[in-house]
């Protein structure tokens, strides 16, 4: 099955079954990072993974993101069973089915908003006047069309972040991927960017939040909670 085609609407965005990563495995130095991890993601779910540092939730993160490979379990990306996949069809589901929004804005100083933006499309070999033209209206939808010619340093960080937001939205990828991305701003703009996210899901993308505060992880629909490679669905009555 090609990595880029979409999956049917009923097909979960994200499965995973009995997902393992054990570093160095058969060595002394062994470190189990995660155990046996069963999470299934709808499409359109606002869904936050909350843990401690050292907990395994960055690790769930990159398996996620097709950035590191599982040693026990299964994965399937949007109908896609990742295991089957190549290198160059990895990259591929990476470009086409996965955003990335990270605490760092990763934005390069040089470029203004849309080129920053119009990035990923250079990859997918998109003609550079389409490029821009996506960029500009990626721009639009996180609000900032009339910051479209602006560098980084001319931008507050809510506004840098939702440039990163745009980069991350511009393949119109189905999974939106975002760690710690309020940790870098104030209160206020992170409650901004998060109802952002809240607004992204009710435009039909799944976002998947990790992070380690309790208070950024209340905005989600459900909240998952990583402790010692191990994931369990958080109940109402420890929501409260």
Known sequence: MPATGPAPADVPVIRTTSLGKV??????AEVVALRG?????????????????GSGKSTLMNLIGCLDTPTAGSYF???????????EELAALRRDKIGFVFQGF????????????????GYARIP???????ARAALASVGLADRAGHRPN??????????????????????????????ALDSKTGEEILALFKQLRDDGHTVILITHDAHVADHADRT???????????????AV
């Open 23 to 28: 570093y160095s495995a058969g060595t002394q």
């Open 37 to 53: 991890v069963d999470l299934t993601i709808g499409r359109g779910e606002f869904v936050a993974i909350m843990g401690p540092s």
């Open 77 to 87: 990306c949007d109908g896609v069973d990742v295991s089957t996949l190549d290198a």
């Open 106 to 121: 990763h934005l390069l100083p040089r470029m203004d908003a849309t080129d920053n933006v119009a990035m990923p499309l």
């Open 128 to 134: 550079h006047h389409e490029r821009r033209e996506r």
């Open 154 to 183: 001319e931008l507050s960080g809510g506004q840098q972040q939702r440039v990163a937001i745009a980069r991350a939205l511009v393949n119109s990828p189905p999974i939106l991927l975002a760690d710690e991305p309020t940790g």
């Open 224 to 238: 998952y909670v990583m402790h010692d490679g191990e994931l369990r669905e958080q109940t109402e009555a420890e």
